[in-house]
Nanobody, 127 residues
Framework: EVQLVESGGGLVQPGGSLRLSCAASGFTFSNYAMSWVRQAPGKGLEWVSGINSGGGTTTYADSVKGRFTISRDNAKNTLYLQMNSLKPEDTAVYFC????????????????????WGQGTQVTVSS
């Protein structure tokens, strides 16, 4: 059974940092690209960042470029998102998501291309 379990969310002041983790199990983690997707209150899903299976290629939404860093540890079956210079508009539930297909390329931002999701972790940026 595929499981994705996020952790690391919380309340942080504007300008602060958080590091999210996503522990994966039930599939060969190192074979699949992964992404972080978020959902702000009252809004739809927004793709945030993706990383290819080997970890050498990363992509970011313009809204987080230069502030967030995605990474993965295939030996630990874990995906990370380092979030710096957080803004109130980053407030959302953050989900990790597994890309549907096996590819060496970075995943696309298309939400329908992801087949498994975690339960999400809440990030609140507020003073």
């Amino acid at each position: 059974e595929v499981q994705l379990v996020e952790s690391g969310g919380g309340l942080v002041q504007p300008g602060g940092s958080l590091r999210l983790s996503c522990a994966a199990s039930g599939f060969t983690f190192s074979n699949y690209a992964m992404s972080w997707v978020r959902q702000a209150p009252g809004k739809g899903l927004e793709w945030v960042s993706g990383i290819n299976s080997g970890g050498g290629t990363t992509t970011y939404a313009d809204s987080v470029k230069g502030r967030f860093t995605i990474s993965r540890d295939n030996a630990k079956n874990t995906l990370y998102l380092q979030m710096n210079s957080l803004k109130p508009e980053d407030t959302a539930v953050y989900f990790c998501a597994k890309y549907k297909i096996v590819t060496l390329l970075a995943p696309t931002p298309t939400i329908s291309q992801y087949d498994y999701w975690g339960q999400g972790t809440q990030v609140t940026v507020s003073s």
